[in-house]
């Protein structure tokens, strides 16, 4: 009793002394909040939905089952829908600990309140319709608060990553990560969200995902290593240190080890990817295709642990970048993304160019005589060029080219030996290391001023 009453009053001293307490502060969090409820096969629950419920899902401890959804609109029920189901961790042995056989999520739409599940046919042993929403809540936090809309991370070819810390995650309710040696293949996948959601929306998205895989499924984190938005930005998705070990993900029942799975947050069986999407899915790849050493166009032979295409111990070649549905029973990533995957393979081939960064530009604005230094650096050799070009016609008036790592330029201002006139210049580096195609240029402006002195050339 004595030992409680102390704790107690700590904690009130704590309470009293944190506005002052530098690094201790309550701050607004967002807390997954999942409601669920008890399901009797062939009859029917309709649950009503509270502001903040984003998705539903059915889940249950063993056996099959084929669930149907359906929402309550302006215009009355929703046709039914079937939802894709998946096994459990003893149904598929690469999977995460103590994982519920269930339905991939079925994402609440606008306006609707509420929503009718049935669990039509199999012998599911307690089955339970999930509902996945969040609540705001205040909490004793010490040094960075847990959301960070602008925290990011990242790396040359990957670009910047939002960190979990970003998108809010709550880090109690995962499990340790599971690493391991190497990745040699990524699995594309889509969420089957709505696709009209606006930039904001998504970190919610991506926590409602969160919540369901770890508090629904019991998934040890979220399924997929990565995921991209519709605005090309890319989300760290399972916990662990990507730039540094290779996470093993819960992404693709039966061939999770040593593959990285990204997912495309939205329904593209309904909509082909947006251009940003596309070259975000594509950066993922040239990352792990980079970071690991191989070709994102080539075939790599898997095993099966059990999946539901291919029984355990069935060796397949596919792809190094492949679709959900290469490896499993299911439509992912959806009809309108999955013909591209060629396409982007081929992207992804070209972004392991060298990538031109670093760049510093020194001595603007350029008062002739008086130089200006173009330095940047390349990710590996390669054949550079750095050229200058006026600002009335795009002519160029001084180029430096080689080869190395290290492109630079020097240029005194002048054109034909008179000082140039002033204005903004543009300067563009290019490389190429004669394998994957010419790097993406960079450019920018150097701009010119009146000359300091001019000597004109004698003679």
Request: a positive charge; glycine letters at 10%.
């Amino acid at each position: 009793m004595r030992r409680t009453r102390l704790l107690l009053a700590a904690a009130v001293t704590a309470a009293l002394i944190a506005p002052v307490v530098p690094g201790l502060a309550a701050e607004s969090l967002v807390a997954p909040v999942l409601a669920h409820h008890r399901l009797t096969v062939g009859v029917p629950l309709v649950a009503e939905l509270a502001p903040g419920d984003r998705l539903v899902g059915v889940t249950w401890q063993r056996g099959h089952a084929t669930v149907e959804v359906r929402w309550e609109t302006a215009l009355g029920w929703s046709p039914w829908e079937t939802q894709e189901s998946e096994p459990g961790a003893t149904d598929v042995p690469d999977g995460d600990r103590g994982v519920r056989p269930g339905t991939e999520p079925a994402w609440r739409p606008r306006g609707v309140d509420r929503v009718e599940v049935r669990v039509t046919r199999g012998d599911p042993v307690h089955p339970q319709l999930v509902v996945v929403g969040e609540r705001r809540t205040r909490r004793w936090v010490a040094a960075a608060p847990a959301y960070a809309a602008a925290t990011t991370t990242g790396e040359e070819r990957l670009g910047p990553v939002v960190s979990r810390a970003g998108w809010g995650a709550d880090e109690s309710i995962r499990k340790r990560p599971t690493y391991q040696p190497r990745v040699d293949a990524v699995v594309v996948h889509h969420t089957v969200n709505a696709n009209d959601y606006a930039a904001e929306e998504v970190p919610g998205i991506v926590r409602a995902i969160y919540a369901y895989h770890a508090r629904g499924r019991g998934w040890d984190d979220i399924a997929y290593n990565f995921l991209v938005d519709r605005f090309g930005r890319v989300y760290e998705g399972r916990a662990g240190g990507f730039r540094t070990r290779a996470i093993k993900g819960s992404h693709t029942g039966g061939f999770n080890e040593r593959t990285v799975g990204v997912a495309m947050i939205g329904n593209l069986d309904v909509a082909a990817p947006e251009a940003p999407m596309v070259e975000g899915v594509a950066r993922v790849t040239a990352w792990a295709a980079d970071r690991w050493g191989f070709d994102p166009r080539g075939s790599i032979a898997l095993t099966s642990r059990g999946s539901t295409r291919y029984p355990a111990g069935r060796t397949v070649s596919v792809p190094r970048m492949l679709g959900h549905r290469d490896l499993s029973a299911t439509a992912c990533p959806g009809g309108q993304a999955y013909p591209l995957l060629s396409a982007w393979r081929d992207r992804t081939w070209r972004l392991l160019a060298p990538v031109i960064t670093d760049v510093v530009v020194d001595g603007a604005p350029v008062h002739s005589p008086e130089p200006v230094h173009i330095r940047a650096r390349l990710t590996a050799p390669a054949s550079w060029t750095i050229t200058v070009t006026t600002p009335y016609a795009g002519l160029v008036v001084t180029s430096s080219s080689g080869n190395g790592d290290q492109p630079r330029l020097e240029w005194d201002g002048r054109i034909g030996g008179l000082p140039a006139a002033p204005g903004d210049y543009q300067w563009t580096a290019t490389a190429d290391d004669g394998v994957h195609g010419p790097s993406d240029p960079v450019s920018g402006i150097v701009q010119v001023g009146v000359a300091r002195r001019f000597n004109p050339p004698t003679g």
